[in-house]
Nanobody
Framework: QVQLVESGGDSMQAGGSLRLSCATS???????????LGWFRRAPGKEREGVAG????????WYTDSVKGRFTISQDNAKKTLYLQMNSLKPEDTAMYFC???????????????????WGQGTQVTVSS
């Protein structure tokens, strides 16, 4: 059974940096396997939205426009962990952040939530001005 467990959420001032982690188990994530991993977030009163995605082995990454140049998604296969490095945080980044896995990946847009069949429980990020 694939399991995803997020950590690293915190409360901080605008302009700061934070790194979220998503520990994975139950599947051999890495080159040669078929999956994508993603980070999503849900802000208070808003729908969940895609933040960043990563193809198998980290060959391709995708970002929503609002985080381009500030956030970086990466994967450490040895540690079986997905990361989201968040820099220059803004109050509008405040949200519950979720990692998700689509196994197998059917080549749909990384933003399409219904292709992700495994989700973590989330970690809260709060950014104050």
């Amino acid at each position: 059974q694939v399991q995803l467990v997020e950590s690293g959420g915190d409360s901080m001032q605008a302009g700061g940096s934070l790194r979220l982690s998503c520990a994975t188990s139950g599947y051999r994530f890495g080159p040669g396997t078929n999956y994508i991993l993603g980070w999503f977030r849900r802000a208070p009163g808003k729908e969940r939205e895609g933040v960043a995605g990563l193809s198998a082995g980290g060959v391709v990454t995708w970002y929503t426009d609002s985080v381009k140049g500030r956030f970086t998604i990466s994967q450490d296969n040895a540690k079986k962990t997905l990361y989201l490095q968040m820099n220059s945080l803004k109050p509008e980044d405040t949200a519950m952040y979720f990692c998700a896995a689509a196994i197998p990946w059917t080549a749909g847009s990384w933003l399409r939530e219904n292709q992700y069949n495994y989700w973590g429980q989330g970690t809260q990020v709060t950014v104050s001005s």
